[in-house]
């Protein structure tokens, strides 16, 4: 059984016993409180009426026809009353009058006239002086077929005359209790089914969030969001140390790999200084010396450009959430990158072609980005051939919204293989006219960088005749960027 489940079970079991427990208890209330409130009533109409009738039993007119007719009149008054959603037409009383010796003188039911009523609670406690009450069954088999009988002395010129006893059958308010005990249950089951609701609501979220969590910690991407809990400082706290481990392991794994890929890289160009300057050590024709030390210059340069790429990447990988952004001309920038390439563009005597709209800003960070267009630039340079071309144009988009920057290089097609791998770190083709490869860390780079300004990159080959880019016909490679003016 999952855990979740036996939270849920349990809670439920809880709230269920507990709400049983609550109406029970509410429930076995109810009859003695409303009992309660009747007898209250029954001893207040007692007191009344023993003082209304005070003078007609001192008279002695209690057993006249007259007294009877009275009294039988107010008891069969109808009534047309709804007390609480239950509709009384009648009064359910009657009462009985005894002297001073508990003998009774009256009764309204007409069946207890003369008999001895003094040792019955309600009358012998109110002869001397107390509080009368009692309640008898008229059927022994039935619980709610008793009677409360409340009584109240008849006291006429400081003298007792007798006692006055009012009964109430507690079948007449059993209307009542049944109706506030309906309305216990009915309630404690909404309140039940709600709590269960609420119940299976908390243990869902419970569930959920732990499996956020628990996915979080599968996924090791550095990209991966930390899911963040309102209300919820422990699984917070769990997230955050799941961070701070998995930081650490990244860390390691990091350093290992930046360690083994740096090796590698490196092995290759000190390989071949170090045989260059071996031979250089021998007596060579002086053509070969110039050659080796134009190998030995060209590998350094090689060896300074990979470490200073690879730190590059390595900045870039480890603050990808602190890059600068800031609102920014991209006609001007693309204009300092090509300004800073003009004599190497020169070297090769390429023909530049520039499309670029005016006032086209974007919200990024200046100096990746610089460090994105300056790759493309390198690029695009390193592949075109001698007295080739190179096309650059930015366009926006009508409603402002996108930008789409195009770098066009006239020379040979990518190989298909290539396509899809040319932005993988280290990956690299061999550049025209020397056949050595580069760091491959370059369009890596670029990637990242897009990427991190939640934009897009694409590149493909283009066959003569059917690039519509500035009226070129010639064939090449396209680089498309394409850039949010502003994002959040």
């Known amino acids: ?73 107010a008891l069969s008054r109808q009534l047309n009353a709804t007390i609480w959603q239950h509709r009384k037409e009648q009064i359910n009383q009657q009462l009985y009058i005894t002297d001073q010796n508990g003998i009774v003188i009256y009764d309204s039911e007409g069946e207890a006239v003369g008999q001895d009523y ?74 039940a089914a709600l709590s269960l609701l609420l119940a299976s609501m908390v243990a869902y979220w419970l569930r959920h969030s732990i499996d956020k969590v628990r996915r979080y910690a599968q996924a090791l991407a550095p990209v991966n969001q930390a899911p963040f809990f309102y209300s919820a400082k422990e699984l917070n706290q769990v997230t955050q140390a799941l961070s701070e481990m998995r930081e650490k392991l990244e860390d390691r794994g990091y350093v290992e790999h930046y360690v083994n890929t740096l090796t590698h890289e490196l092995k290759s160009p000190l390989t071949a200084i170090q045989a260059s300057a071996e031979l250089l050590q021998d007596d ?33 990988e480890k603050n990808q959430h602190t890059l600068e952004f800031q609102t920014l001309d991209l006609n001007t920038l693309i204009q300092q990158c090509i300004q800073q390439q003009h004599s190497a563009l020169q070297l090769k ?15 990024a960070d200046p100096f990746w980005l610089k460090q994105a267009v300056n790759n493309l630039l390198d690029n695009a340079r390193d592949f075109c051939p001698l007295d080739g071309q190179i096309a650059i144009q930015l366009q926006q988009d009508i409603s402002h919204q996108n930008i789409s920057l195009l770098f066009f290089n006239e020379g040979d097609a990518i190989p298909e293989y290539a396509l899809a791998r040319v932005f993988e ?29 939640q934009g897009e990159i694409n590149i493909q080959n283009i066959e003569a005749n059917r690039l519509d880019f500035l009226a070129f016909h010639q064939s090449g490679v396209l680089v498309t960027l394409r850039l949010h003016t502003n994002f959040t």
């Open 425 to 453: 770190t280290y990956f690299s083709l061999p550049r025209p006219h020397n056949q050595q490869r580069s760091t491959g860390i370059g369009l890596s780079i670029v990637k990242q960088i897009i990427q991190q300004h």
């Open 1 to 73: 059984m999952s855990i979740f489940v036996r939270i849920w079970f349990f809670f439920s079991l809880v709230v269920v016993l507990s709400l049983g427990f609550i109406a029970y208890t509410l429930t076995q209330q109810v009859k003695p409180n409303v009992r309660q409130v009747v007898e209250d009533t029954l001893a207040e109409n007692a007191n009344i009426i023993a003082q209304l009738i005070a003078e007609d039993v001192y008279q002695h007119q209690v057993d006249t026809p007259e007294f009877d007719q009275k009294i039988q009149a």
């Open 118 to 191: 003094s040792k019955w609670n309600d009358v012998y406690l109110t002869l001397q002086g107390k509080y009368g009450a009692r309640s008898t069954a008229t059927n022994p088999y039935d619980r709610n077929s008793s009677v409360m009988h409340i009584a109240a002395p008849i006291i006429y010129q400081q003298q007792l005359l007798g006692v006055v006893s009012i009964g109430k059958p507690n079948q007449s308010v059993q209307p009542y209790i049944e109706r506030a005990e309906q309305q216990l249950i009915y309630q404690a089951l909404w309140i």
């Open 349 to 363: 005597h390429i023909q530049l072609h520039l499309d670029l709209a005016q006032q086209c800003t974007v919200y």
């Open 284 to 316: 060579l024709p002086l053509a070969d010396q110039q050659q080796f030390a134009t190998h030995i210059v060209q590998q350094s340069q090689r060896l300074q450009s990979l470490i200073e790429r690879m730190l590059l990447l390595t900045r870039l």
